[in-house]
């Protein structure tokens, strides 16, 4: 029975968990799913559990994908979604890891993985609460910048529609958007597309 409590304090704490994090809290895998199948607790991915109760938001998977990718930072088009540039409704979530890490082990939704390194993975990024899970998103400036950087991955044109939807929408300062640039040496082909826009 206390095991019982302290799996369901668990899970109305974290709200999402896996079962690493219950065995670090002293309890035993079995009881999870001994609650899973009484009813208590919802299986919602491999390894991944909830309360029944738990109410998906519109970015939940990120939630899902950031439980088992801790270190792991959403970018591009599934950024551009989640800051709400542009009209891009990707079937993939899009995530840069570090270059040394090694392949992120997601089964349960499609999953693009971008290797990056130095800077580009502290840069620009920001920590979201998304259903109680920390999750790290490139900033939009920064998201806006990569669409250049990998345009020839996602294409010119989703970039240009970010970087006018930046600039309408005033996701950010110019300023903001430049210093990103600068860094990753782009300031240079995004300005006759900024230019245009005036």
């Known amino acids: 029975m206390e095991s019982q409590a302290r799996i369901l304090r668990l899970a109305r704490k974290k709200r999402l968990f896996r079962l690493s994090e219950a065995a670090a809290a002293g309890i035993h895998p079995e009881s999870v799913r001994r609650l899973t199948r ?89 920590e979201h609460d998304v259903d109680g899970v920390r999750v790290r998103v490139t900033s939009p400036a920064r998201t806006v910048v990569d669409c250049f950087k990998f345009r020839n991955k996602i294409g010119v044109d989703v970039a240009v529609e970010a970087l006018r939807d930046y600039r309408r929408l005033r996701k950010g300062t110019a300023d903001d958007l430049w210093r990103h640039a600068k860094q990753l040496r782009l300031a240079q082909v995004m300005r006759p597309y900024w230019d245009s826009l005036v």
Do not use: M
Request: glycine share 10%; charged share 20%.
């Open 38 to 126: 009484q009813g208590q607790l919802t299986r919602v991915g491999r390894g991944l559990y909830a309360l029944p109760t738990l109410e998906p938001t519109e970015h939940h998977t990120l939630a899902e994908v950031a439980k088992r990718v801790p270190k792991g930072v959403f970018c591009l088009l599934t950024a551009l979604r989640f800051h709400g540039l542009g009209t891009q409704n990707p079937r993939e979530v899009w995530l840069a890891v570090d270059r040394r890490a090694g392949i992120p082990q997601v089964d349960f939704t499609p999953v693009r993985t971008l290797r990056i390194s130095g800077a580009a993975l502290t840069n620009g990024i920001e």
